[in-house]
């Protein structure tokens, strides 16, 4: 029964006739109420696993999610297909989050997204309670494992929802796990019987290579010319994209840049032009990529060095989703591997490097001691650094520790939109004339865009409403608070800043309870992490796709055959060797011919075994160079 259910729920909502590798699986233990841990790499098809079982089962699917972005996208997603979705986000007012909930009891939602922030209010516990909760969704799961790599405190209290819905089997989901944190996921969400269920982390069609190159930049654009179609291109910091992309702009190849200090409209333009293929390289740091998906992404570079295997594994793992070729390659030089150590060293902070940017931290948010808990403050990041003259590398540590100790959360991705809700009644409007006829017009706009304005307020785009009236985004801006001023309007603006929440009481920073043993723990992990991901890169003999799926537990017992190593391996065969030497001599009987261009014409083979060809080549006389040009020796 319930086999034909879900195909009949794959074939409405989304038109496929199967499922993928391990879905239907995961799907099957989920309707018998087992609890489950799903472990799919990238682009393996998640979402699936818990939106199916939410349609099929009466009730509602609550889903868990780290990024408001993810969950708005998602729930955009489903309402296109006609699937009722929910999502709660920190910018809702207490009377919409009182109404969003209702609609979750009463109404036929299907699916509601929360961060686990939200998961601790007392409203939404409450709320859940009344809920015919048929499945607990728990995306990103590595988040709530400390030997992961993105680590978030709130995800330990998710374990606490189980208790409002026993009867609730529980899904949590992630694309990288070692052994060790998949233990501790379960272990973590008091899974009844631990029950994994993994597809393999292989990924056959994408060749991963890591390359010595001490002109990076030459060698990118060389490597953009061999391999055509999409490509990401990972930097450090958020200045490299910009002057990147602007380098790769100058050479003729088109390129965006993104990072997390882009206005929210820079950054949907940047994505939107990359998305649709308007421009070909997304020059990018680490913000970029989570659920990003774009099944034609042929390459995906690392011009520095990755801090973990986990984030490398989910970077270079973004090309190549559907199934065809493609690569993904880091290029390093050797001093990147002492560069990357000393900035560890200089950038992980000491216990008392924790408790002064704890101490500051209070003092710049005006919070006295044994106040504080359970408050929630807008928080200036590049300000307080600025203030307190702070490494932000180092201060970044420092909030992850005092997050990882259970003393505050830290949300670094409060990017909310502006949004806009029409108070007044709609004869009051109609009989509202402005002198201002921009703001008349305005409003008139806001009403044909957005329908729902008058119940919900709705997110707007100031850049958008300024491009159709043909004002600038700060004159809409000014026109919308007079609007606020008025009452005809409640208007929202965009908010930028991070968030802290206070899980406790300010301590005085003297007596702030941080384990010395956790600490140094928590310390040397990472370094191994950083070592881990600097002995991949430098390896020479191991095929790398080995190495990776080593890390996570899984056995490969053959070879990829088209990572760096594996090509080497062949290079350095006789009859490799002899191929190339054979179509070398075909290519120059009739007509002389550029090394380039027979270079070009081979770019799967490494440019030196080639180059090495021609020169033995030389030396025995068959073949003539005359600058770049070679030809036939015919007078040999």
Known sequence: MNNINIHNALKKYWGFESFRTKQEEIINDILVQKDTLALLPTGGGKSICYQIPALVKEGICIVISPLVALMKDQTSKLQKHNIKAIAITGRLNQHELDIALDNCIYGNIKLLYVSPERLESDLVRERIKKMNVNLIAVDE????????????????????????KPESPILALTATATKKVAKDIQDKLLFKKQNVIQNSFRRPNLAYMALEESHKSTRVHKILQKIKGPAIIYVRNRKK?????????????????????LSEDERTANQAKWMINTTRVM??????GMGIDKPDVRLVIHLQNPNTTEAYFQEAGRAGRDGKKAFAISLFQKSDFKDSMNQFTETYPSSSDV?????????????????????????EFEKFCSKYQLNKYKCIKALNILEKDNLINYNSYNNSPSSVLITCNSKSLIKYKSPNSKKNELIQLIIRLYPGVFDNPVDIKERNLAIQLNLKSNQINKILKELDQEKLIAYKQRKNNSKITFCTARYSSKFLPISKFHFNERKSLLKQKLKHINDYLLNTSICRSKVLLDYFGEKQSEDCNICDICISKKADSKS???????????????????????????SKIKEQVILDEINNLISEELLLKTGKILKSNEER
């Not at 992961?148 to 208790?163: H, M, N, T, V």
């Not at 490799?576 to 081979?602: E, G």
């Open 355 to 379: 408790r002064n940017i704890y101490q500051n931290m209070a003092n710049f948010l005006q919070i006295a001691i044994g106040d504080g808990y359970e408050q929630s403050y807008d928080f």
């Open 283 to 288: 020059v990018a740091t680490n913000a970029f």
């Open 576 to 602: 490799f060797r002899k191929d190339i030497r054979t179509k070398l001599l075909q290519s120059v009987q009739k007509n002389p011919i550029d090394i380039s261009t027979f270079i070009a014409r081979y």
């Open 141 to 164: 799961a590595h988040c709530i494992s400390q030997w992961g790599y993105d680590f978030r405190p709130s995800y330990l209290k998710i374990a606490e929802i189980r208790a409002l």
């Open 241 to 261: 994209t910009y002057e990147f992309s602007s380098e790769l702009n100058k050479l003729g190849i088109s390129s965006t840049y993104y990072h997390a200090g």
